[in-house]
Each structure stands twice: as structure tokens, then as C-alpha cells.
């Protein structure tokens, strides 16, 4: 049995892997804007010049506030509400052509992981001020 500074040290490892995860992975975009912001267009996204920006800037952010714990509850909030959104909308394999299945296919279950982990800890930020 492990006792509660085991436990708080393995959340925060795994915090902290977690939001540099989702910081770095966003921060890819910024290499490749224009990739970025034409993934986004054929997908549909309105005003795509300005949202893919403002979605990789969002994450990360997000990212570094879920790895050092500032406002928690912004932080783990809106990578929950981007994953959720981008995972469904842009990464809607079932919808891709043969060529690009797979690596939505790809894309959506990595995207579903790593919601799964931010949304362990939207509960944990609420949670910690009770």
C-alpha cells in the first residue's frame, strides 16, 4: 500500500508529462502554420488564419498551466473543450477517404487518450478546492 505523498507524487509526474505532452505537440503547429491553417480550412473551420493560431496558442498555454498548476480549472477546462471539439470535428475518421482514415483514425484516438488524462484532472482542480 502506497501512502498519500506516493500517490501525490505519481499525479504530479503524470500532471506534469501531461500538460508538456499537450504543450509540445501544440507548439508543432506553430512550425508549420500554413500546414496548420490549410488542415484546418479543408476541414471546414471558419476563418482558419485566425483560429488555428488561436487554437495551437490555446493549447499551449493550457498545457503549461496543466504541467505547473496555475489556474487549474482554466487551464485543464480549455484543453478539455479543445480536444473534445477538435477530436470529433477534425479527426472524424469515419468520414476520411481511404488515404487519410488512417491517420485521423490515428489522430482521433491519441486526441481521445489525452482528453481522457486532461479530464482526470479538470476533476483533481475542482476537486483541490474543497
Known amino acids: 500500500m502506497t501512502d498519500q505523498t506516493d500517490d501525490r507524487s505519481l499525479s504530479t509526474l503524470g ?3 501531461l500538460g508538456l505532452g499537450l504543450a509540445a505537440q501544440a507548439s508543432e503547429d506553430f512550425r508549420d502554420m500554413e500546414d496548420a491553417v490549410e488542415y484546418a480550412e479543408s476541414a471546414g473551420v ?20 496543466i504541467a505547473v ?20 470535428t477534425m479527426h472524424d475518421f469515419w468520414n476520411a477517404d481511404e488515404d487519410d ?27 483541490s478546492e474543497e
Open 15 to 17: 500532471r506534469v508529462a
Open 46 to 65: 471558419p476563418m482558419p488564419d485566425v483560429l488555428a493560431p488561436l487554437a495551437s496558442g490555446t493549447m499551449v498555454a493550457a498545457g503549461l498551466g
Open 69 to 88: 498548476w496555475r489556474l487549474p480549472k482554466l487551464a485543464t477546462g480549455a484543453a478539455a473543450t479543445f480536444l473534445t471539439v477538435v477530436t470529433a
Open 101 to 127: 482514415a488512417s491517420g485521423e483514425r490515428l489522430a482521433f484516438f491519441g486526441n481521445l487518450a489525452m482528453l481522457g488524462g486532461v479530464l482526470v484532472f479538470l476533476l483533481e482542480a475542482y476537486r
